[in-house]
């Protein structure tokens, strides 16, 4: 990561009611840049910039979103229904970022994959994609667990309390399934 003033999030979401709910969860770290996309075209020109120093540091990215101008290049014809458009752009970034004439960076992007879908041959599909290098959250999911991620990634320190971090310290659940 270089040392710029703010680290920079692409937050890529359609959804408004999931965007001001990340939005939230980073608006009190002033060294964090939330930078957001509301389709796969949108994205694109987040991901890769005219200016590699304008490229982000890491990517939250919902799965199922409109193509937008994006359609032709994620080949949106084969997804009709805009199911796999998350995966497609992750599989283009992927791709790119592996390629010779690659310069915007030599590391791949840290992804947080959002998503309600949770099977199992997607979620493979997603951790090849992936490769070590981010985290698939299945909605709703636990944005403590996605702050402290993302701020260990970025390398800043995390405002979670460690103690909402772990499970154990949940009140123990009855038997009957009540608290």
């Known amino acids: 990561m270089d040392n710029r003033a703010k680290k920079k999030i692409a937050l890529v979401e359609d959804d408004p009611g999931s965007r001001r709910a990340i939005k939230q969860i980073f608006e009190s770290y002033s060294e964090i840049e939330l930078v957001k996309a509301v389709d796969a075209g949108e994205a694109m020109k987040i991901l890769f910039p005219d200016l590699p120093e304008n490229r ?7 799965l199922m979103m409109p193509y937008g101008t994006a359609a032709e290049q994620l080949n949106a014809k084969s997804d009709p229904d805009c199911v796999e458009t998350g995966v497609n752009l992750l599989h283009f970034l992927r791709k790119s970022e592996k390629s010779a004439d690659n310069c915007l960076s030599s590391d791949l992007l840290w992804v947080a994959v959002t998503t309600v879908r949770n099977n199992p041959q997607l979620i493979r599909k997603l951790e090849q994609l992936l490769e070590k290098r981010g985290c698939i959250y299945t909605k709703p999911f636990d944005t403590f667990k996605l702050e402290d991620n993302l701020t260990q990634v970025l390398g800043i320190k995390s405002q979670v309390d460690p103690i909402l971090l772990a499970h ?6 009855q038997k009957d399934g009540g608290r």
């Open 56 to 62: 982000p540091d890491a990517v939250i990215l919902d």
């Open 168 to 173: 154990e310290h949940l009140p123990p659940v």
